[in-house]
């Protein structure tokens, strides 16, 4: 005998519906909000022994369309993309790529070192290293007492 598991939500405990439902809406909608409405790529943040990658999921673009720069505190990444109308003989039928302008900005601190933050762009990820600054290790000094 085989035993086959149906996955049918009115089959669900209220309990477990809400369990979902608040789970897993508030990831959901901040993903759809943030994309779709504002506009925002996705990133993803790792940190290294010695500097902090930023990896920034935004395919179709051109190296040459970002803008990245720091400025005081805060470090700005930006496309600005204009819509280009060519003309072709063809109907769309379906148009569902699109680029889109955006900006995103993350507040660095004073551990990062701001002069040596390189950018790469491959494969659709635009890819920034943050090292962080050598702290300068306090030497050991020994005083005499008088």
């Known amino acids: ?24 809406f508030p990831v959901t909608m901040g993903k759809s909000l943030r994309e779709n409405v504002l506009h925002f790529p996705p990133v993803n943040i790792t940190e290294k022994e010695n500097a902090y990658l930023l990896e920034i999921a935004a395919p179709g673009y051109e190296k040459q369309d970002f803008q990245v720069k720091v400025d005081d505190k805060m470090l700005h990444i930006s496309v600005e993309k204009t819509d280009e109308k060519t003309e072709t003989t063809d109907k769309m039928v379906r148009r569902e790529f699109s680029k889109r302008s955006f900006k ?24 920034l290293e943050l090292p962080r600054k050598t702290e300068a290790k306090a030497s050991a000094t020994e005083i005499s007492v008088q």
Do not use: C
């Not at 507040?107 to 390189?118: V, Y």
């Open 1 to 24: 005998m085989t035993l086959v598991k149906v996955n049918n939500p009115l089959s669900r405990s209220f309990d477990g519906l809400m369990k979902d439902f608040f789970e897993d």
């Open 104 to 127: 995103r900005s993350f507040t660095i601190d004073e551990k990062i070192d701001a002069q040596n933050i390189s950018a790469r762009y491959e494969n659709g990820i635009l890819k």
